[in-house]
């Protein structure tokens, strides 16, 4: 092995300096340069594709073989044909070779920093003129390599950590390693490239990729509370602003409400206060922005009031959908109100007086009355209002009243029969296990208990390893909680549910599995994914050229947008009114209103027939 070890060592030396010294007669085999590059890396610990080497000849290699590559990439730093091989858009990459592509990205970034502003630009800014070879910049193709690590980042692998002053090296995980070394890069960046950092950042943000998407979150904190206070607040006015704008039941809308409800956290108290009214709780346009944050965040003062306006304006929105019985095209306001509301309840529940719970619990079971139970499995729009609904009910749980709780059940029973989506049974779970701490007097016991067992004995024995999971924590929280003791055996209808809750509460597991079986299982998803990822992205390519964009929905429009549109023109004719008063009109402004009034004249005529 040491033979072996040292003739490679020699000929490595001998292949950088020859590198080194000719690098501009290479640019034709940048490419398959980078390649060699990748494919050593992808055989070394702790790549998961690594070859099973003693530990003693790794520490070895890694010192002697791995150590001897690293003087190669500053050479290549500001070779323009490096940097386009590496960077390229139309770059395809097996699986196994993903992470050692990460890994040297974290590379570049650790030595940009020591480099002149123009090899920073090359790498930072990606390709801009039609002439140049089409190229991401160095954030965006680390997020897009990150993608393919999901098994890494599972596993998790470990990588030496940062030396810290008096303390030993340790080893951290690869998404700390990640997090560590692009939030450092930050530090560094120039002030002409943060407009692309941010750009990179949201579009990772606004992604489909959950790892990559929090990686993104965790560096735009770090920004965050990195630069000044105002930068954090523009960040979190521009972020309100796209948030009230865009359509509310989007997923995407609710990755941009995760990062505003943090970005709260950090803003200093002035801006706090400047964000209340810049996006006042009071004005219900506001509820699709206030339904993703914590009161927690506000400084004591404004605190309680924004709480109560909040709760006013959420409430008034749920009542005036319940009272026209709007159809179902306006349920998302609807929504956004009964979300406001539950973030309320759980950051600032306190608050609430008995009134205010009370009349919370009359608007949730009304919605829960009027819910066609066949439409649920179909309507996302309506599973999200009864998930809102239930959990809402979860916080008022000691003010419900017997028959109306009879009713919940009974609806929640119809639920199961339905196999609604997973986020609908875990919203069930959450209410179930609140009733532990309600005592139902004996007159009612009859008509819920049996309900209740019922409930909690069929998501018991469910095949759904996240619904059994809960369902196990949801009953254990029950159980500990409950004056009714006796109802316990009766929701473990069979052995198997027994064994189950057993093994639960003895902190039993299976069979751990090793090391290396857990390693080769990484490997088959990373390949899975892989493998998922190129067939959404050629069949976005494919659509994107055979089919016209989809247009979006048309709907009736509603009250409210009438209200908007004239309330709209009355400001514009009020503006023109002022404007009469400081001075004569341009001679075309007569023809104009004449126009404007045979305009009103005709939407007269529309509206009355």
């Known amino acids: 092995f040491l033979f072996i070890l040292v003739s490679v060592k020699s000929k490595q030396r001998l292949t950088l300096s020859t590198l080194q010294e000719f690098t501009p007669f290479v640019a034709a085999s940048c490419s398959q340069l980078h390649q060699t590059y990748l494919q050593i890396y992808s055989k070394f610990p702790p790549s998961l594709h690594a070859a099973v080497i003693s530990e003693a000849h790794r520490d070895e290699i890694a010192t002697g073989f791995l150590a001897a590559l690293d003087p ?156 000044t206070a105002d930068l954090c607040a523009h960040h979190a006015f521009t972020i309100a602003g796209l948030i009230r704008t865009c359509p509310a039941e989007h997923y995407r809308v ?146 419900i009243e017997s028959q109306m709780l009879t009713e919940i059940l009974a609806l929640q029973n119809s639920l199961l029969q339905l196999n609604p989506p997973d986020h609908v049974l875990l919203a069930v779970l959450d209410f179930l296990a609140s009733m532990g701490k309600l005592f139902i007097p004996p007159d009612c016991q009859v008509q819920v208990l049996p309900k209740l067992s019922c409930l909690f004995a069929s998501l018991l024995a469910s095949n759904k390893w996240l619904i059994a999971q809960h369902a196990l924590e949801a009953f254990t929280q029950f159980a500990e909680e409950t004056s009714h003791e006796d109802l316990i055996p009766q929701c473990l209808s069979s052995e198997e549910t027994k064994s189950k809750v057993v093994s639960f509460l003895s902190k039993g597991c299976r069979a751990e599995e090793t090391a290396e079986a857990r390693a080769e299982r990484m490997k088959e998803e990373n390949g899975l994914f892989h493998r998922l990822l190129v067939e959404a992205r050629a069949k976005r390519q494919r659509t994107a050229v055979l089919e016209s964009s989809p247009k979006r929905t048309c709907y009736s429009p509603s009250e ?27 001679v075309w402004l007569a023809k104009k209103l004449e126009e404007l009034q045979a305009t009103l004249n005709s939407l007269k005529d529309s509206s009355t027939r």
Not at 265 to 294: C, G, T, Y
């Open 72 to 227: 190669l990439l500053p050479s290549l730093l500001a070779f323009r044909p490096f940097v386009e091989a590496v960077l390229s858009k139309d770059l395809v990459l097996s699986p196994e070779l993903h992470f050692a592509q990460c890994r040297l990205l974290l590379s570049v970034m650790d030595l940009l920093p020591s480099q002149p502003q123009e090899v920073q630009a090359l790498w930072n800014t990606g390709s801009h003129f039609p002439e140049d070879a089409p190229r991401v910049s160095l954030f965006t193709a680390l997020f897009l390599s990150l993608q393919h690590c999901s098994g890494e980042f599972s596993l998790p692998v470990f990588l030496p950590g940062v030396m810290a002053t008096g303390k030993a090296e340790s080893s951290v995980t690869w998404y700390h390693h990640v997090c560590i070394h692009m939030c450092a890069f930050v530090t560094s960046l120039s002030v002409s490239h943060f407009p692309l950092l941010e750009r990179s950042l949201l579009e990772t943000i606004l992604g489909s990729n959950m790892i990559t998407v929090l990686l993104a979150m965790d560096v735009w904190c770090f920004l965050a509370r990195y630069g």
């Open 254 to 399: 609710s990755l941009l409400g995760i990062l505003l409800r943090r970005l709260l956290f950090l803003m200093a108290p002035d801006h706090q206060v400047e964000f209340i009214q810049r996006f006042p709780p009071k004005d219900m346009k506001n509820l699709v922005v206030w339904q993703h944050l914590s009161l927690k965040a506000l400084a004591a003062p404004p605190r309680e009031p924004v709480a109560h306006e909040l709760f006013a304006a959420g409430l008034a929105q749920c009542e005036e959908w319940l009272s026209g019985r709007r159809p179902l095209e306006e349920l998302p306001q609807g929504n956004a109100a009964l979300s406001a509301l539950l973030s309320v309840c759980q950051t600032a529940g306190e608050t609430l007086e008995l009134g205010q719970k009370t009349a919370l619990v009359r608007a949730a079971s009304q919605l829960l009355a009027a819910v066609n139970v066949a439409q649920v499995s179909s309507q996302p729009c309506l599973q999200q209002a009864v998930c809102s609904a239930f959990r809402l009910l979860e916080h008022c749980i000691q003010i």
């Open 560 to 586: 409210r947008q009438y209200e908007s549109a004239i309330d709209s023109a009355g400001g514009a004719l009020e503006a023109v009114k002022l404007l009469l008063q400081k001075g004569p009109p341009p």
